[in-house]
């Protein structure tokens, strides 16, 4: 792959126009402000990211997630950007916007996870693969429909989805992505047929065309035709490592405003990152400060900092690997030893006493519940939409979403498109309704 293929203006659903208009922000800036501006995105406000949202303490909800993954995601393609611009001086590839899409990718990795953080997507997974929902199996599949892209539901995927898809009443092209940002979100760019089973695929049957499209004009190498698999874009491994370091790094804050991880604990998690030098500095700083908030926002920082200096370092290392398509795993898992234990024992301190926590834990059963019964009352209403309480259902839908569609396989995805663009708040007030725990007033 090459530098000045791979970076591209050109947008997805207007090839073949011509804008003569010149415009003050770049390309990518504008992909920036179109994600930022749209409805999908106010959103995210709304999802729960890991723990339980409202609350009296402020934690991270997917909004506040995404935004502090892109400003990371700048500074990695910044960093990048400006070494590329040095090791190829000659290159036409305009290396200086690698910040701006990288940022916009992270803005939109996470617009397709349905509400209920990471357990939504475990919901509509097992409500196809263990569920009522498993019953349809043979229509689908009688249809050639890919039974896969709902047994091993992914959010990532659906993210594309919603960027590309033209809903009905709505511009051909989705949201008019250029191709460069559309392919920095694709973190497994192959089909769910390859998932083995895990929730870990890029795109959607319906996508899948759409995407390869895209992956031919970037020059990204495919690697299989059939099941389609293509090697990574670059800037997918900035993106992942954005999402990955505010990811665990900003749980440990959270959890710790929360009463979940003790202030010893949290410094000696996040100190653990530095050599003894650098954590004696740490130390000398963290004494001018006496609110124990503060003194934990001051070393997520710093650990923040080291990460995507060290991240910027692997990339740049791994520069020919990425473009050949053979650099395998993250670049996490290719920091320097000392700090990639300090990020492992971060992680499995997260999943033992963070992510299984009693509040983290009510909420993914809630997820369940609410996601499962939501999925099965509308499956069932595009089962049988004559019938009178089905009508009152699929009337509740709005129109963009095409229940009426005349494959089954695109009418599971409607009803999947509806519930996984819903907010927490959303999805339980229906859940009510619905049910008759709640009614509206009259």
Known sequence: MNWEQLLSVKRFGLENYKNLKEHERTEYQRDYDRLIFSSPFRRLQNKTQVFPLPGSVFVHNRLTHSLEVSSVGRSLGENVGRELRKRHQDSKAHFEEIGSIVSAACLAHDLGNPPFGHSGEEAISTFFLEGKGSSLRSLVEDEKGRW???????GNANSIRLLMHKFRGRREGGFVMTYSTLASIVKYPYSSELSGGKNKFGFFASEEHDYAQIADSLGIIKLNSNPLKFAR??????????????????????AHKLNLVSTEKAKELLLSFFDSERREKRLSNLSLVSDLNEQIAYLRASVIGLLVAECTKVFMENEDLILSGKFEGSLIKKLPERVKNAYKTCSEFAFEKIYRSKD??????????????????FTNAILTPDHTYSKLLLDRIPEQYETDSPSLYSKIQSVIDYISGMTDVYALDLYHKLTGIGLPIV
């Open 148 to 154: 896969s892209d709902f047994t091993c539901f992914e």
């Open 360 to 377: 983290v834990l009510d909420v993914e059963l809630a997820g369940y519940r609410i996601i499962g019964f939501l999925l099965e009352t």
């Open 233 to 254: 874009y670059p800037l997918v491994y900035l993106v992942e490592a954005a999402d990955d370091i505010c990811y665990q790094i900003m749980d440990i804050e959270d």
